[in-house]
């Protein structure tokens, strides 16, 4: 296992489609173990294979309970809407206000391409619909309600909190 770099934004990868997962292959476990390692390390909440410089369709996401690697995912539902400060590991130190569904459900394949369903609702919801978009070249600057903005120390500490509470 190893870290990965994480694209930036304005690399033309984080703007592409990927492309669906057909088998898991040991390459394509080794990708997914440093995609975890890499969004630990970056203390971040969720990482897209084109985040890291591959076009497949693979996220994985950790809101505090251990990681969830999604392959192949797809959302199937939402309901309601929610609207947040979001950041993102491909734009270090920017949040942008986003509005996002409330809940969502997702179907995806597991590291042994076994189909699973997740509901989430609040930061995982989010999270999933994130990084999602990636899978899409979606990078989330697109959909900001107004300017994206520094993020601060205080800031994190704010985000934290508001999915804490809940």
Same mark, same amino acid.
């Given at each position: $296992?190893? /870290? ?6 304005? #690399?033309?990868?984080?703007? *592409?489609? =990927?492309?669906?997962? *057909? !088998? $898991?292959?040991?390459? %394509?476990?080794?990708? +997914?173990?440093? $995609? ?18 591959? /076009?497949?369709?693979?996220? +994985?996401? @950790? ?24 950041? =993102? ?33 609040? %930061? %995982?919801?989010?999270?999933? =619909?994130?990084? /999602? ?14 300017? %994206?903005? @520094?993020?601060?120390? !205080?800031?994190?500490? #704010?985000?934290? #909190? ?5």
């Amino acid at each position: $296992m190893g /870290l990965r770099q994480i694209r930036t934004w304005g #690399d033309d990868i984080l703007e *592409k489609n =990927c492309r669906e997962v *057909k !088998e $898991m292959t040991p390459r %394509l476990r080794t990708l +997914v173990e440093d $995609m975890i390692e890499t969004m630990n390390d970056a203390q971040g909440v969720g990482l897209a294979a084109p985040q890291v410089g591959v /076009l497949r369709r693979i996220v +994985v996401i @950790d809101v505090g309970e251990g990681p969830i690697v999604m392959i192949n995912p797809r959302i199937i539902e939402t309901e309601g809407e929610q609207t947040g400060s979001e950041g =993102c590991l491909s734009v270090p130190g920017k949040f942008g206000t986003v509005t996002r569904p409330a809940r969502v459900k997702a179907v995806a394949l597991d590291m042994d391409m076994q189909e699973f369903e997740i509901e989430g609702t609040e %930061l %995982l919801a989010r999270a999933i =619909c994130h990084e /999602l978009d990636h899978l899409d070249g979606v990078v989330y600057t697109t959909l900001v309600e107004g300017e %994206l903005y @520094d993020v601060t120390e !205080e800031d994190e500490e #704010d985000f934290e #909190d508001e999915y804490e509470e809940e």
